[in-house]
């Protein structure tokens, strides 16, 4: 993609408060949350029209922490009318991984809203405390979009910091009403939707007739209404005007949803880091709203003597840093970006002088001369405060010294909260990854148990080590003792 063609990607903007953001598994019973496997998934979720699916692992502390919640949740939900049905299965056993690979189960705990046989399959977004669980399955129950029959509907439903979707109709009926019910079902894990006959109901807006859709938010014009009811477009335009022009990342848990969809937006995105305790604040803030709208990722380890700092984000990893940047100067930047004048940014913790340890340290600058050493390297993707990294260290650190006599295996780590990982191969969702990268080039994720002995049993097995090499040799001396 050439600098010109981003004159085209949208950008958003959202800013971060400059302050640091910084069990025993409980066995669910199985008279509420269902135990399924790879043999009665299938029956299970043929016989349900509605059910909610856990994959976990055994050993995964967010699993833990779940567990109770998710059966006492459970508990309550098995009496709804109609009862709905919690079910969980052990993705990290291997018989059924099949499954885990088939709803595209990344990470721990993942939720999966399965409904009409397997035909519909939403992730859960909702909260994972039991009574956040069963109000946001009980929504998802039913029809879903709600009707609205007074303005007293209406306040009921659309007020607070949520988005809602309203469509307007003379009638109930048509090809319009239809495509606006489609659009709900798809939408309706991440939205609340109504309908009315009567826009006179409604909180604010222009009366009209319909059919029309008219989209509320808490922020920027607080309504806009839309025409097209092509299912596909009503899908974009939802997802489009749901993302504020200038977002908030503090700590006020109401911004939290409209930092996450901000993150997960496929376009590029600008960030801003400031001192809300700034009297500038507002100038920023002002200036950035009055960008077009075209100016319409994730980026930590910046320094306090930066700030004011803008960033841009690129979905390939690419990013772009302005820092102490003042409020007059933020337009200018952005459309050096865009005609390809700004060069790119890349974060790297400082190359150790010293790494003689048994587990090396990679950093950003050193990444490539690790991986693509022609060497068997086993890479973990850590974070400092991530208690399971910090308990994996020991062990890692024992299959690295049982390696030391061999030069074909390098057991490394790499801190990915202070370096930029390259984005394609490696994919890094949470804390510790481990990827193995043979010496003859394949790449692999380690999901298996994460003992010492599972550990070196995984590298021997996938790479060419010494040991291999030693077994491949006599197999290939045999080999020439029956030839000859």
């Known amino acids: 993609m050439t600098k010109s063609s981003r004159v085209r990607v949208p950008i958003w903007f959202v800013f971060f408060a400059f302050s640091v953001f910084v069990s025993s598994f409980n066995a669910v019973s199985a008279e509420s949350v269902l135990t399924l496997d790879h043999s009665n998934f299938t029956d299970a979720v043929a016989k349900h029209s509605f059910i909610v699916v856990e994959f976990y692992a055994p050993w995964c502390g967010h699993c833990k922490s779940l567990a109770p919640e998710y059966e006492k949740a459970a508990s ?14 052990d993705a990290n056993e291997e018989a059924n991984k099949g499954i885990a690979g088939e709803f595209n189960v990344r990470g721990y705990p993942t939720l999966k809203i399965i409904r009409n046989g397997g035909k519909d399959v939403q992730d859960y977004k909702g909260p994972r405390d039991a009574d956040g669980i069963v109000s946001h399955l009980k929504k998802q129950v039913g029809p879903a979009s709600a009707e609205i ?113 901000f993150f997960n937006s496929p376009n590029a995105k600008a960030m801003l880091f400031l001192n809300f305790s700034d009297e500038a604040a507002d100038a920023f803030k002002s200036n950035c709203k ?80 690790f991986v693509n050493s022609g060497k068997n390297v086993l890479l973990e993707f850590y974070a400092p405060w991530c208690g399971h990294c910090q308990k994996l260290a020991p062990i890692l650190e024992e299959v690295a010294i049982s390696f030391q006599g061999d030069e074909n295996v390098v057991i490394a780590k790499i801190d990915a909260t202070a370096n930029d990982i390259p984005s394609g191969v490696f994919d890094v969702k949470g804390y510790p990854t481990l990827y193995f990268k043979s010496a003859d080039g394949n790449v692999v994720q380690y999901e298996g148990d994460r003992t010492k002995e599972d550990l070196i049993q995984f590298i021997q097995k996938s790479g060419k080590t010494d040991e291999n090499k030693t077994e491949e040799s006599k197999t290939d001396e045999t080999l020439v003792k029956d030839e000859l």
Not at 338 to 347: F, S, W
């Open 149 to 261: 029959t007074s303005a007293e509907d209406a306040s009921n439903l659309i007020s607070g910091n949520k988005i809602y979707i309203v469509g307007v109709f003379p009638d109930f009926s048509g090809e319009e009403y239809q495509n606006f019910t489609d659009a709900a079902e798809k939408m309706r894990a991440d939205y609340d939707f109504a309908h009315t006959k009567d826009a006179k109901f409604l909180p604010w807006g222009d009366a009209v007739n319909g059919p029309i859709v008219r989209l509320f938010k808490p922020f920027d014009e607080l309504s806009v209404d839309f025409q097209d009811f092509h299912v596909d477009a009503l899908l974009k335009f939802v997802e489009e005007a749901s993302v504020p022009t200038v977002t908030v990342f503090n700590k006020d848990p109401d911004n939290h949803p409209f930092v996450i969809k």
């Open 76 to 89: 309550e939900l098995v009496n709804n009318d109609p009862p709905i049905i919690l079910a969980k299965v």
């Open 290 to 369: 009055k960008l077009p709208r075209v100016i319409k990722e994730r980026y930590f380890g910046l320094k306090e003597e930066q700030v004011p700092l803008i960033v841009i984000q690129e979905n390939d990893g690419g990013k772009y840093l302005k820092p102490n940047v003042a409020p007059d100067t933020i337009a200018s930047w952005v459309k050096d970006y865009k005609d390809g004048k700004v060069n790119p940014y890349r974060k790297s913790e400082p190359i150790p002088e010293v790494n003689n340890e048994p587990v090396k340290v990679v950093v950003a600058d050193t990444f490539q001369e």
